[in-house]
Structure formats: C-alpha cells, structure tokens
C-alpha cells in the first residue's frame, strides 16, 4: 500500500459485504447455528452465488462488519472501498421467485437492516477517515444512494451507473452500418446522468465468463476494432462521471482475462496496442488538466448537447463546462466514413484548437484531423453564437477549445 502511495497511486479495495462465504473453514455456522447469517435460507442464502447472507440485525454483525471496513481504511490505509452487490442487500426479493423471500416486519421487500447499515458505514467512514471514499456496485434504480444521509439517501460518495455501461456497450458492439437505429443507447445515458454522483465502469463481470475482452467486443475489421476501441474510450473519458477500466482494456488485450495468468503484456511490442495504451495514459493527463472534464461532473450546468439527434451519420457532439464557464467541446464520428465540413455551433469566435484527437497516427489512427486549430465562423448554430465547420475523422473522437489570447 506504501508502495503505491509512493508511486502517487490510490488503492481501491473491492470489499464484499453481501457475500458471507460458505466455506467450513471459515465462520458460516461457527458455532453450529447460525451465528453471523440468517437462519432461514430464504433470508441467508444467496442462490445464483451460493453464499449466506449476513443478519445485519444483529448487532454484533453490524459491529463486526464495520469494524472490518475501518480497518482496511485506518490500520492498511486503503483510500476507498468499492461496496460489492449492494443491490442484493437492499432488497430482500433479490432475484428470488414468489413465495421464496421473507418480507421485512412492514411487508415490504425492503431489508432495513441492511439500509441501516450501510447508512450507519457510510457516516462513520466520513467522521472517522478523513478524505477516504466508498463506492456502491448498485444495479438497480433504488433512489438516494450517493444522497446525504441527513436527507435520506445512503450516503455513498459514488455508484457505478451500470445502465450507462450496458447501453453503451451494446452501442459499440453494433456494426456501424446499424448504430444510426441504436441512436438512443449513447443519447439516453445522459437523461439520469446527474441523479447521482456516478462512476462510469468497464467492470469485471463484461469480460470475463465467455463475454470476451473489449476490443474483441467491437466490430470490423482490425483497423476499425482499434479506432472503435479509441472511439469509446474518448466518449467516456469526455461524458460526466469518473472512469474505471478493467485491466487488459488499457492497452486492447484480445484474450479474455483469467486469473491463472498474467496480462498480454508482449502485445505492447504491437504498434496498435502501444496507441491504446499511450491514448488512455493521454485521456488521463487531459481529464486532471482540463477543468471542463471533472469540475462540474455532478452538475446538469456542466454538460449541453450541441448535437445528439444525427443519427444519420452517427455524430454526436456535447460541451463540458468548468466553474467559471469556459467550454471543452467534443465530437464523436461513429461510423468509419470520414466527414468534412461538419458544421457545430460553439458558444465563442476566435480559434478553437483541437487538443485531442482519437485518429492520431501516435494512437494508430489515420491522422485525419483540423490541424490543430480552426476559426469559429459568425454564424450561430444549434443555439450557439457561433459556428465551426469540422473535419471528424472515422470511428474518431476529437477534444477542441477555445484558444487563449496570444496563442
């Protein structure tokens, strides 16, 4: 952990308190009853995991539970816990059959011990650990969760939006001939994009168990699985919400990951895989040095649609906005035909400079571009003052912003 810290890395630890083991060498009916999970199978056996559940109503389970959150954040000085299943603890139907699940003592499929819980975890790990963050895995539409808990909500610091995960993948996945009938999968992500403070996950669960890595997820041919792979990743580096890849994904690994052996590293001799790697290492530096991509991630004020309605062409073009309102436009091309003299309005004159471009040659791209610069014209558009008229390069993302003065 020292040693990460060091190396100016934070560390997210994957803690998993939905899941109590079944092993006989652990602490399932330690002392032949059920002492830590409920009793009632109903209630304390997950079936599709084969797992127990823990009885969060009793108070020593409560205790012990987090007892074991504070110390992986105070004694190993983990910097966030990434709260796993979350869904499955809050409902006490979760993925089970009629007549298969106990109600809560209102009737309802509501656990409220486990609400209570997870309410009472997220307050101490705010008073007692200064600055550490815990992140709920939470598949459902369950209202609050990343809400205060003065307010009702969980009190998580994020949740993973796996609604944004799926639709977008099941875009990308789509052979470009058809995404102008899939329009709405990369539109209607951003609908619920603020009701919570979201994280954006590529997760584990999409790449492994025979669903393939995520290069080996798009369509074409080799050229154009690498520029989609690029393409997506600028898209979701760009939209509201903070990013987790799963390893491999970083550098366009074809195998499925498996835990019996280590990452593909030797494909980064590939000049291919070599340009995800140098794009994701390059998303990162602009998303910590470009305000616009984080300040207001949480905020509706931080993002406008410029164009998400060409399905024809399968353009879409958004604004993220910083504090003080200076503007980061982005426009992704998801088809591989390239389009020239785009026209998008933008909310200044003067030269706009194109500081990312997903087609680079660097990234393995066609280096098919603007130049690095172009000129706004006086012809408002799509509600904007002004106008700009674009090259998009295929299956490209491209990043602009308004020059300073002087440059």
């Not at 997760?203 to 798009?218: A, C, P, Q, T, W």
């Not at 004020?301 to 504090?323: C, I, M, P, Q, Y």
Request: proline content about 5%.
């Amino acid at each position: 952990m020292d040693a990460c810290h060091q190396a100016g890395l934070g560390v997210i630890l994957d803690w998993v308190p939905a899941h109590f083991p079944t092993d006989a060498h652990g602490l399932a009916r330690f002392d032949g009853t059920a002492l830590y999970e409920y009793e009632h199978p109903f209630e304390g056996f997950h079936q599709d995991w084969n797992t127990y559940i823990y009885n969060l109503g009793r108070r020593e389970v409560h205790g012990f539970l987090l007892a074991s959150a504070l110390h992986w954040l105070r004694h190993f000085h983990v910097d966030a816990l990434r709260v796993d299943a979350v869904a499955s603890m809050l409902y006490r139907n979760y993925s089970r059959n009629e007549g298969e699940w106990i109600p809560n003592q209102y009737g309802g499929q509501e656990n409220l011990e486990a609400i209570d819980f997870l309410r009472h975890l997220n307050d101490v790990v705010a008073e007692e650990v200064t600055g550490a963050v815990v992140i709920a895995e939470e598949s459902t539409a369950w209202p609050g969760v990343t809400q205060p808990t003065r307010d009702g909500g969980l009190g998580f610091a994020y949740k993973w939006n796996m609604g944004w995960m799926h639709d977008t993948l099941e875009y990308i996945a789509k052979d470009p001939v058809y995404r102008s009938y899939a329009h709405h999968e990369l539109t209607f992500p951003m609908v619920y994009a603020f009701s919570e403070k979201y994280v954006l996950p590529i997760s584990h669960d999409e790449v492994v168990h025979g669903k393939g890595s995520l290069i080996n997820k798009m369509p074409g041919d080799e050229w154009q699985r690498f520029a989609n792979l690029r393409a997506y990743l600028a898209t979701m580096w760009t939209q509201p919400g903070k990013k987790l890849l799963f390893m491999g994904c970083e550098f366009g690994q074809w195998r499925e990951w498996s835990h019996d052996r280590e990452l593909d590293w030797s494909l980064l001799g590939e000049a291919a895989h070599a340009g995800i790697q140098r794009l994701v290492g390059d998303l990162n530096r602009l998303y910590q040095e470009q305000t616009p991509l984080h300040q207001r991630d949480t905020e509706p004020e931080g993002f406008t649609w410029v164009v998400g309605d060409d399905s024809t062409n399968s353009v879409f073009a958004w604004l993220r906005w910083n504090l003080i309102g200076e503007p980061l436009l982005v426009v992704a091309n998801m088809t591989p035909v390239a389009r020239y003299d785009y026209h998008l309005g933008v909310p200044t004159l003067g030269r706009w400079k194109e500081i990312f471009n997903s087609d680079a040659q660097c990234y393995g791209g066609s280096n098919l571009g603007n130049l690095g610069q172009i000129q706004a014209l006086d012809t408002p558009l799509h509600g904007q003052t002004a106008s700009l008229s674009l090259t998009l390069p295929p299956l490209g993302v491209v990043l602009l912003m308004p020059s300073a003065p002087g440059e």
